[in-house]
Antibody, heavy 123, light 112 residues
């Protein structure tokens, strides 16, 4: 069974940093691009970032560019999201998702999704 | 304001057919990029419902279907059932500037 499990969320003050992790199992992690997608409480989905299978190609939403960094460790079957200079508007459930279609991060679809992890930015 | 536009809500009685529209522009759906749909049941993670415009993953009933034309896409659900009550999101790629994945704002389906 393909499984994605996020961790590292919690309450953090504005301006501080947080690092999310996503542990993958049940598939050849190194063969798939991966994504982070977030959802503010009661709101819609917002794509955050994507990374190609070999980390050579990376994309970010304008709302997080320069503050967030996506990375992966294929040997450890793990995806990461380093979030710096956090703002109240970054408060959301963060989901990792496996990219289907192609080796790069763009133009694919997401299946499956992790269960999500809540990040709350507040003083 | 989402790049892809969906109606905030739709409703229908059990057994009826409903459609959810997803309107984009020349930099996303209109440029020929595929449209995908996700279903999000209350309190759960999104689940892939339709991929590459009109394909169903294994396990998704054939009551769900997708289509697209020009810069728009449509999700149709026939034979509505109570368990279909959920939020539905469309997704595509947008080539504006450096490019990004984009979602619709989501549509809440209520089964009356």
């Amino acid at each position: 069974e393909v499984l994605l499990v996020e961790s590292g969320g919690g309450l953090v003050q504005p301006g501080r940093s947080l690092r999310l992790s996503c542990a993958a199992s049940g598939f050849s992690f190194e063969d798939y691009a991966m994504h982070w997608v977030r959802q503010a409480p009661g709101k819609g989905l917002e794509w955050v970032s994507g990374i190609s299978l070999n980390s050579n190609s990376i994309g970010y939403a304008d709302s997080v560019k320069g503050r967030f960094t996506i990375s992966r460790d294929n040997a450890k079957k793990s995806l990461f999201l380093q979030m710096n200079s956090l703002r109240a508007e970054d408060t959301a459930f963060y989901y990792c998702a496996k990219n289907m279609m192609g080796s790069s991060w763009y133009r694919g679809y997401f299946d499956p999704w992790g269960q999500g992890i809540l990040v709350t930015v507040s003083s | 304001q989402s790049v892809l536009t969906q109606p905030p809500s739709v409703s229908g009685a059990p057994g009826q057919r409903v459609t959810i529209s997803c309107t984009g522009s020349s930099s996303n759906i209109g440029a020929g990029y595929d449209v995908h749909w996700y279903q999000q049941l209350p309190g759960t993670a999104p689940k892939l419902l339709i991929f590459r415009n009109n394909n169903r993953p294994s396990g998704v009933p054939d009551r769900f279907s997708g289509s697209h034309s020009g810069a728009s896409a449509t999700l149709a659900i026939s034979g509505l059932q109570a368990e279909d009550e959920a939020d539905y999101y469309c997704h595509s790629y947008d080539n504006y500037l450096s490019g990004s994945e984009v979602f619709g704002g989501g549509t809440r389906l209520t089964v009356l």
